[in-house]
Nanobody, 123 residues
Framework: QVQLVESGGGLVQAGGSLRLSCAAS????????MGWFRQAPGKEREFVAS????????DYGNSVKGRFIISRDNNKNTAYLQANSLKPEDTAVYYC????????????????WGQGTQVTVSS
């Protein structure tokens, strides 16, 4: 098991940037695929990005491709989401999650979740 804690959310103007962090406990962080999801009020949880355990492979949802960058530092047990060129429609609670293997985009494929961090983008 791994415990996840997100940070870095906040209020930003459209066009701005935020860097979200996901700190993980446990000694096996590098064995997990890390994912970022988001959920806006009244909407389903949406896949944002994922990164493989070693960081070699990344995947992005269509709505953020080219604007967001996922990364990880296994020495620090931390995953990151650099969100650039933010739009009001990016407003949501952002969650990090951990999965035992690569290639999952569905929230049901991620057994471990953080508590979420709010991102609000003003127009």
């Amino acid at each position: 098991q791994v415990q996840l804690v997100e940070s870095g959310g906040g209020l930003v103007q459209a066009g701005g940037s935020l860097r979200l962090s996901c700190a993980a406990s446990g000694r096996t962080f590098s064995s997990y695929t890390m994912g970022w999801f988001r959920q806006a009020p009244g909407k389903e949880r949406e896949f944002v990005a994922s990164i493989s355990g070693g960081g070699r492979y990344t995947d992005y949802g269509n709505s953020v491709k080219g604007r967001f960058i996922i990364s990880r530092d296994n020495n620090k047990n931390t995953a990151y989401l650099q969100a650039n060129s933010l739009k009001p429609e990016d407003t949501a609670v952002y969650y990090c999650a951990a999965a035992p293997d690569w290639g999952r985009r569905s929230p049901s494929g991620y057994p471990e979740w953080g508590q979420g961090t709010q991102v609000t983008v003003s127009s």
